[in-house]
């Protein structure tokens, strides 16, 4: 059982940094930042293995990068099924068919990348709200304002500002938990 979970640790740990990446990097063309900023050249030398040859078969469309959110599918689903075939493979048990399989990991791998993807807005609404306290010159500090911008900005529409203190990360915050309880909510067995 311990040597599961740290096998389990590890290709987790693995598919969300890569999962990560891929997700930031259609994020940054979604946001249209410009590819010579100081987090570029991490992200296409983290992605580029698995992009490059799914854009020929997955072009973008509507501004996003849908050959990087299919490979962070991807990445997903085949965690969901090492991490099922792991199960079976120390308990011993026969396990289910390779149609049963698909079956069972497509919602869990579709629920893994839902959850990363709000992670990741979440990640960068901290991160760029602390810089912006702490070093808003920051080089990365205004990568991370574009990259929030899109989702900050409606809420600052419609929020006043406190005694000059934006509330618009933190109502972001919360309705990313609400999103997050309701889809763990519909997930069977969760």
Same mark, same amino acid.
């Given at each position: 059982?311990?040597?599961?979970?740290?096998?389990?640790?590890?290709?987790?740990?693995?598919?969300?940094?890569?999962?990560?990446?891929?997700?930031?990097?259609?994020?940054?063309?979604?946001?249209?930042?410009?590819?010579?900023?100081?987090?570029?050249?991490?992200?296409?030398?983290?992605?580029?293995?698995?992009?490059?040859?799914?854009?020929?078969?997955?072009?973008?469309?509507?501004?996003?990068?849908?050959?990087?959110? !299919?490979?962070?599918? &991807?990445?997903?689903? +085949?965690? *969901? #099924?090492?991490? $099922?075939? /792991? =199960?079976?493979?120390?308990?011993?048990?026969?396990?289910?068919?390779?149609?049963?399989?698909?079956?069972?990991?497509?919602?869990?791998?579709?629920?893994?990348?839902?959850?990363?993807?709000?992670?990741?807005?979440?990640?960068?609404?901290?991160?760029?709200?602390?810089?912006?306290?702490?070093?808003?010159?920051?080089?990365?500090?205004?990568?991370?304002?574009?990259?929030?911008?899109? !989702?900050?900005?409606? &809420?600052?529409?419609? +929020?006043? *500002? #406190?005694?000059? $203190?934006? /509330? =618009?990360?933190?109502?972001?915050?919360?309705?990313?938990?609400?999103?997050?309880?309701?889809?763990?909510?519909?997930?069977?067995?969760?």
């Amino acid at each position: 059982m311990l040597l599961i979970n740290i096998v389990r640790l590890l290709l987790e740990t693995a598919a969300s940094l890569l999962t990560f990446c891929l997700l930031l990097r259609a994020l940054m063309q979604w946001v249209r930042i410009h590819p010579s900023n100081p987090l570029s050249p991490f992200i296409f030398s983290m992605t580029d293995w698995l992009v490059k040859p799914l854009r020929k078969g997955i072009p973008g469309y509507g501004g996003l990068d849908w050959a990087s959110i !299919f490979g962070a599918f &991807l990445v997903g689903f +085949l965690l *969901q #099924v090492l991490t $099922v075939l /792991l =199960s079976i493979a120390f308990s011993g048990m026969s396990g289910p068919g390779l149609v049963a399989l698909v079956t069972l990991t497509i919602p869990l791998a579709i629920f893994w990348l839902v959850r990363n993807i709000a992670y990741l807005l979440m990640g960068i609404v901290l991160i760029q709200v602390l810089l912006s306290w702490v070093n808003p010159f920051s080089p990365i500090a205004s990568i991370l304002s574009e990259l929030s911008n899109p !989702f900050l900005q409606p &809420l600052r529409r419609i +929020l006043p *500002q #406190v005694g000059n $203190v934006d /509330l =618009s990360p933190l109502v972001f915050f919360l309705l990313l938990q609400i999103v997050m309880m309701v889809l763990q909510s519909l997930m069977p067995g969760m």
